[in-house]
Every structure is written in C-alpha cells, then in structure tokens.
C-alpha cells in the first residue's frame, strides 16, 4: 500500500543506494628533486597531485525546493522595507503593498505570513527555513518531490577532489648526537563533499553541516576541503644527552646514575 502523504514534521525518512555504485579511485602523481649537503644533510623539494573520483557522497533527494515560493518571499520582504505588515496591509499613508502571490491564492493564511517566525526568516533572508515551515503547514505547494517521506538519503559516489601541493623537506641524518628534520607544505584541496558517508565513524545523515545547500546545483558545492591547510609546517628532533659511560659529561659514573642519565652502557 503507498504511504499517505503528510507533512514533513509527520513523515518517515528512508535511506537508498545507487544502484550503479562503483569503486571509488585515487590516484596519485609527483615529481621530486633531492640533493645532498654536507655529508650527512639532505634537502628535498617537489610537486604532489592527487586526483580522487567516484568518492561516497550521501544527500536528501527529497530537498525542499524554495524556487516556487521565492517571488511571495521577495514580495513580503518588499512590503517590510515599506513598513506594511509582511502580506501587504496596515502599509503607511501613501504606500501600497505588494500582493503575495501564496497568500492572494490561498495557500497559506496572513496570520502565518505575517507571523514573528516568517518575520525572522525575512530579516535573515531564510527562504529555504521558511519553505520548510509551509511544508509543516500545507502539502499543496508540492515544494518536495514526495511528499510520502521527510527525507531520502541517497548515497552514491559522483563525488570528486582534487589536491596539489608544493612540499621541501631537509632532513640531518643522526650524528653528533643530533638528528633533525623539517618539512614544510603548501597546497590545496578542492572537492564537492568532503565527508565520506560510507565511512563507521560518520553517520549517513543529509541535516549535517556537509550537506549540499542545494542537490539542484552541484557547483556551488565545488570549494576548499574541509580539511584544506594552506600552509603545514613539522619539525621533528632527537638528540642525545651526552651525559654517562663516554660521553662528554659524567664520563665513569656509578652504574645506577649511568643508568639514569646515560642508558647504561
């Protein structure tokens, strides 16, 4: 039996696979350049790519849509400016408001346009909040694809990334007691997702802060990583306390100091 459609604060939602999935793919390219200072120093610089394609993406297919309802947005963000109440009325002398074409055609009361929760949505530009809000109200703006479920999570694997990167990194091999090494990092990270829904420890959920604001339009999705660091530094060291059995402090100490300062020997 096809379940009844309801609003969206009353509706189940569902979770679907692609049924094309494919194996999502890295690949990897780079070209470095190493040379040798001293006799024990070595110096690298070099360019990383890496290209990821067919990667897991997981959103609502079910999105609500404020297209429909954006000229009466714009129509009750006018009236507001003009100091009328948001469906047009109680303008000021002289000043005529503008008709709200989804109040004018019945679909939703003055009294919810006019309403502080509309008003806040106006004020921020919220249209997306406030076309949720008539999906609560009414199911005659159809403003989801099916209006049977609240949302469906589809996950598929169309997304793609792409990393370029500038690395240098010196390294002073152990002598002396010293072994130093630094690297430094300079790139970017490009995507259109960059959580991986397929992943145990995230939850496949289209209300997370990586949900794409609209599936209708996948370029406005397109920018840095998440996780995008323009500039890494690491540093790393070890040396070793020339204290104990021949080194240069401490040269014949007692056996339990050597093995405290010294490691023994």
Known sequence: MTPAQQLYSNSPSVGVLAPDMKVPTVHQWNLTIQRQL??????????????????????????????????????????VAAKCRADGTQCPAGVSGVTV????????????????????????NAAGN???????????????PNQQFATVNYLDNSSDSYYHS???????????????GATYTFGKSIDNGSSDPGG???????????????IRDWRNERGRSNFDRRHVITTNFVYELPFGKGKRFLGAPPRLLDGLV????
């Open 130 to 144: 406030f076309a949720t809000r008539i999906e609560n109200t009414t199911l005659a703006l159809h403003l989801r």
């Open 262 to 265: 010294g490691g023994g020997g």
């Open 38 to 79: 001293g006799n024990n120093t070595l110096a690298s610089i070099g360019y990383v790519g890496k290209r990821g394609t067919r990667l897991y993406r997981n959103y609502n297919i079910n999105q609500i849509s404020a297209t429909p309802i954006l000229p009466s947005f714009l129509a009750m963000q006018q009236n």
């Open 200 to 214: 145990a420890s995230v939850s496949i959920s289209s209300t997370s802060a990586t949900a794409p604001a609209d």
């Open 101 to 124: 074409p989804i109040v004018q055609q019945g679909f939703v009361t003055s009294a919810f346009v006019n309403s502080t929760a509309t008003a806040t949505d106006l004020a921020q």
């Open 166 to 180: 500038f690395q240098a990194a010196i390294r002073k091999q152990f002598s002396s007691g010293l072994m130093l």
